[in-house]
């Protein structure tokens, strides 16, 4: 699909929708580039982080990490493994991403929580295609750009835990996600990976508990492959 | 932070990124692997959702968080439109921080 297909499949809902994420990760980027700042990382830095690694939580860990005065190969062990998660994402989304390689070594790039989330909710196809890359591409301009922002107003920039953009982003992720858990075995799964991931958290470094969660495919159980929403003869009446 | 260091990130970020994505495009994947690997995000995505709601520094994140999350799911559940659910999430949070609950 080319890039003007890609624009013309835009739903508008989609459009809509995605803009709304991609404004809640603006925020969460200005706070990046103030905290960035504070913590003493020189501007072009900030900004490099922000546009090569494009991944926010493992970009707030080296920040801190720098700002405690840690070392060098703990901010970097610590920020790989807290995307470590990306590679399980690129495997299950490789084929929503493109065909062609090119396609894929750019999409690669906004292969992030939230495009993944977003395109999963959509429907198999042109349109999860299309509303990966919307929402992908979208919230790389807006997280670079609230970033910068941040960096460029730096002490100005109040808390903003007040705006309680901390609880929109699990929010948007849950509801993004109950299409995908509608069958019975992905519930049973993503269950067990919550409460793998929540007792974990105590014990393990960030980024671990949620791959711990993978764990919740032990009860995932066998599976009917081709229809996942067939319903057992015994169900289906005389 | 150094540059090296950086760039070591930015490029171990990318090979995680790629790697699923080019192994998917090269290998064919059997019907019964590709349900692992979906159920496998959903667990992922599940797990992230639940923790980044609970949880601040490997403790409890305080009520005003979950709270907003646990409205937000609500309503996204009862099919409220899902600008209304980033929304609605923000501003119970919100609310509550405003009220003194932490």
Do not use: K
Not at chain 1, 166 to 185: C, I, V, Y
């Amino acid at each position: 699909m080319d890039m003007r297909s890609l624009y013309r499949t835009i739903d508008r809902d989609d459009l809509r929708d995605a803009l709304a994420l991609a404004a809640a990760l603006a925020i969460v980027g200005v706070s990046f580039g103030a905290l960035s700042g504070a913590a003493g990382v020189p501007m072009p830095m900030t900004l490099a982080l922000s546009l090569l690694v494009f991944a926010g939580g493992s970009q707030f860990l080296v920040v801190a990490v720098v700002a405690a005065g840690g070392s060098p190969v703990t901010a970097l062990v610590g920020g790989l493994l807290l995307n470590a998660r990306l590679l399980p994402y690129g495997l299950a989304m490789g084929g929503v991403v493109g065909d062609r390689l090119p396609a894929r070594l750019l999409g690669a790039h906004i292969l992030i929580d939230e495009s993944v989330a977003f395109a999963r909710a959509r429907a198999e196809g042109d349109r999860r295609r299309t509303a990966f890359w919307l929402s992908g591409s979208l919230a790389f301009v807006f997280w670079n750009c609230g970033a910068a922002l941040g960096m460029v107003a730096g002490a100005a920039v109040p808390d903003l835990d007040v705006l309680g953009v901390d609880a929109a982003f699990p929010a948007a992720l849950m509801a993004l996600l109950l299409p995908s858990l509608r069958g019975a075995d992905a519930r049973r799964v993503g269950l067990g990976a919550a409460a793998l991931a929540l007792l974990a958290t105590p014990w393990l470094p960030a980024g671990l508990p949620v791959l711990v969660g993978l764990a919740g495919l032990i009860v995932a159980g066998p599976g009917g492959v081709a229809t996942p929403d067939a319903r057992p003869p015994a169900e289906a009446g005389p | 932070m150094s540059w090296p260091t950086l760039l070591a990130l930015a490029a171990g970020t990318y090979l995680l990124r790629i790697t699923g994505v080019l192994l998917r495009g090269r290998v064919a994947v059997p019907a019964r692997v590709q349900r692992y690997l979906d159920l496998g995000a959903t667990a992922l995505l599940v797990a992230l959702a639940a923790t980044a709601a609970l949880t601040q520094d490997g403790g409890f994140a305080g009520w005003a968080r979950p709270a907003g999350v646990a409205i937000g799911v609500l309503a996204a559940w009862r099919r409220v439109p899902f600008v209304a659910v980033v929304v609605l999430a923000a501003a119970t949070t919100a609310g509550l921080r405003w009220a003194g609950v932490p």
